[in-house]
């Protein structure tokens, strides 16, 4: 039914970079604002940032702001956060979620309708 599909996790040293992908199955993105979030071993879920249905909003975390960068491609039905400067306090599963709102997002996970599977980010020397 409808589904997200997330991808471009893995293992990086610290420093380093990762594009995560969040690519819509069975729906289009065009009518979603969209939330990335991440959840520790042992921690709550926390929004990392979102993006407004066409762009114009975004939202970052402190503890990323400066390094994470979100941005969508309507027309390939995805959006990306984009990872530098990558640190070991970073390490965690990464789902992306959507919201039917319009000009506007947060980053709050009870705000959102539709969840993706999650990819692993892990960031290790």
């Known amino acids: 039914q409808l589904q997200f599909v997330e991808s471009g996790g893995g293992l990086v040293e610290p420093g380093g970079s990762l594009r995560l992908h969040c690519a819509a199955s069975g729906f289009t993105l065009d009518f979603y604002a969209i939330g990335w979030f991440r959840q520790a071993p042992g921690k709550e879920r926390e929004g990392v940032s979102c993006i407004s249905h066409e762009g114009s909003h975004t939202v970052y975390a402190d503890s990323v702001k400066g390094r994470f960068t979100i941005f969508r491609d309507n027309a390939k039905n995805t959006v990306y956060l984009q990872m530098n400067s990558l640190k070991a306090e970073d390490t965690a599963v990464y789902y992306c979620?959507?919201?039917?709102?319009?000009?506007?997002?947060?980053?709050?996970?009870?705000?959102?309708?539709?969840w993706g599977q999650g990819t692993q980010v892990t960031v290790s020397s």
């Open positions: 979620a959507a919201q039917r709102r319009y000009y506007y997002c947060s980053t709050y996970p009870d705000d959102y309708n539709y």
